[in-house]
């Protein structure tokens, strides 16, 4: 078994969730008490979130990309950046070590490609949904991305910063998020790519009609097969 290194704490409640994830699907591979194999490095939410706001993306850079480092150091055989925004610089990272990483959006893509959809709706935060970083791996395998208009962007953008980060999951955010995933389907999206690691906390796909791909669990499965090669 490889050793997963996981850059987390962005935010700390999606990072439980990875943790577990992880945990869960290797112990479903292996049986037994076996668990993966991890090494954290957690960063501190509030910095980084403070420099995507002032758009600081050189220092997200040298911090995440630090973090990389000393995980690599430290025994990891691959990186997993806990969050989809930051891998707008997962290039960065990836040339600072020498282990691959494993970018959500590519793999995110692969999932979306095997259930044959090619147009789906992209939620997040505003710089997943509105930079090309993420949307640009999904044209790569021919999916093209359908997002909110502006007022639903900041409903969004605002719900993941204020409540979601903060492990708040209020029934009336819950139905907005739907009542856009609605919206978005009536535009033709097939599917909803949810593209923040707390999103998942907040729908599952019991809750909606058209599927959603999550994108906490893609990760930590694409890591895992990683892992157990």
Not at 209 to 214: A, E, K, N, Q, T
Request: charged share 20%; aromatic share 6%; hydrophobic share 40%.
């Amino acid at each position: 078994m490889k050793t997963i290194g996981l850059i987390g704490g962005i935010s700390w409640i999606s990072t439980i969730e990875y943790y577990r994830l992880l945990n869960q699907m290797v112990n479903e591979r292996l049986g037994g008490v076996s668990a993966a194999k991890i090494i954290l490095y957690s960063l501190n939410f509030a910095e980084i979130k403070e420099l995507t706001e002032a758009g600081d993306w050189l220092q997200i850079e040298r911090l995440v990309s630090g973090a990389a480092k000393k995980i690599e150091d430290a025994g990891a055989s691959c990186l997993m950046i806990g969050a989809n925004t930051m891998h707008k610089i997962a290039d960065e990272v990836q040339s600072a070590i020498s282990i691959p990483l494993i970018h959500v959006a590519e793999e995110t893509a692969k999932e979306i490609v095997k259930h044959r959809q090619t147009t789906v709706a992209l939620l997040g935060t505003k710089y997943t949904m509105q930079l090309d970083f993420y949307t640009k791996k999904l044209a790569a395998k021919n999916i093209s991305t359908i997002i909110p208009g502006e007022e639903d962007i900041e409903f969004i953008n605002n719900s993941i910063y204020t409540e979601l980060g903060r492990g708040q999951f209020l029934p009336a955010t819950k139905e907005r998020f739907l009542r856009i995933i609605d919206k978005l389907a009536l535009q033709g999206a097939e599917g909803a790519i949810l593209g923040c690691t707390e999103i998942p906390l907040l729908l599952s796909q019991d809750d909606c009609p058209i599927r959603l791909y999550d994108t906490t669990q893609i990760h930590s499965r694409a890591a895992v097969e990683f892992g157990l090669q």
